[in-house]
C-alpha cells in the first residue's frame, strides 16, 4: 500500500513539485493550502508523514506541528518540515516544536525522497520495506510473503493483504495494547468511515492464517481495550 503524504504548503508551484515527486516515489500525495485545512483532513484521515511548509498564511508550519504532537491521535505522525531559511535557530526551533527533519528550499528531489524514507524508518517502520522477525514469524513487505517457524523448519503462510498489513503494524509495534480505533488509524488510515468490528473480523482472519503453526497465540485480546501482539 503506498504510503500517503499531506503535503501543507500555500504555494502552488512549490505543492504541485513536492507532490509529483511523491507521487514519482510511490507515494499518495494529498495537499491542503493552511494549517486549518491541514487540520480538517487529518480529521477525516490520518497520513502516513507530513511535509509541513513553515511560512503559511494563518496558523505557522510550527504551530501546527507543536498542535499535533499535543494531541494523542495525532502525535506519533512523523512530519518534516519545509523552509525557505536556512537559519541554524529556526532549525532548531523547528526540531524543538517537534518536527522529526528539516528540509531547506529550494530542496533537490533526490533529498527529499532520501529524507521521507529516513524518517519514515525512524518513525513509521510498517511503512517500509524492511523484512522484519519476531516470534517465529518473518515477513518480508517487499514480495508480501510471510514465514512461520515450526520444529526448525520455515514454513510459508498466506495472509489477505488487510491481515497483512495488520501484522505487519503488529511485528513492528510489538507489546503495546491498541485500541480498535488506534488499529483504523495506523491500519485503514481511517477512524470515521470503518467500523470498529472490521478490526474483529480481520483479527480473526489472521489468527486462522497463524493458526498452522501455532502462532496465533501470538496475538492477545486485551478486554475492554484491544488487541496485542506479543511475542514474550
Ligand atoms: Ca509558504
Given at each position: 500500500m503506498p504510503s500517503t503524504i499531506l503535503i501543507v504548503e500555500d504555494e502552488p508551484a512549490i505543492a504541485e513539485l513536492l507532490a509529483i515527486n511523491l507521487e514519482f516515489a510511490g507515494h499518495r500525495a494529498v495537499r491542503a493550502i493552511d494549517a486549518e485545512q491541514a487540520l480538517a483532513m487529518i480529521q477525516h484521515e490520518l497520513p502516513d508523514l507530513i511535509l509541513l511548509d513553515?511560512?503559511?498564511?494563518?496558523?505557522p508550519g510550527v504551530r501546527l506541528a507543536e498542535k499535533l504532537r499535543a494531541e494523542e491521535r495525532t502525535r506519533e505522525i512523523p512530519i518534516i518540515m519545509l523552509t525557505a531559511r536556512g537559519d541554524e535557530a529556526d532549525k532548531v526551533r523547528g526540531l524543538e516544536t517537534g518536527a522529526d527533519d528539516y528540509i531547506t528550499k529550494p530542496f533537490s528531489p533526490k533529498e527529499l525522497i532520501a529524507r521521507i524514507k529516513a524518517v519514515m524508518r525512524r518513525r513509521?517502520?510498517?511503512?517500509?520495506d524492511d523484512a522484519i522477525s519476531l516470534g517465529g514469524l518473518r515477513l518480508d513487505p517487499a514480495t508480501h510473503r510471510l514465514w512461520a517457524l515450526q520444529n526448525a523448519e520455515e514454513i510459508a503462510l498466506d495472509l489477505g493483504p488487510t491481515e497483512f498489513r495488520l501484522l505487519h503494524f503488529f511485528m513492528t509495534h510489538p507489546e503495546r495494547v491498541h485500541s480498535r480505533s488506534h488499529l483504523l488509524d495506523q491500519?485503514?488510515?481511517?477512524?470515521?468511515?470503518?467500523?470498529?468490528r472490521t478490526v474483529d473480523v480481520h483479527i480473526r482472519r489472521l489468527r486462522k492464517a497463524l493458526e498452522p503453526t501455532g502462532h496465533d497465540a501470538l496475538i492477545d485480546t486485551v478486554r475492554g481495550s484491544g488487541y496485542r501482539f506479543s511475542a514474550r
Open positions: 513553515w511560512m503559511l498564511p494563518g496558523m513509521a517502520p510498517q511503512l517500509t491500519v485503514w488510515g481511517d477512524h470515521v468511515y470503518v467500523e470498529e
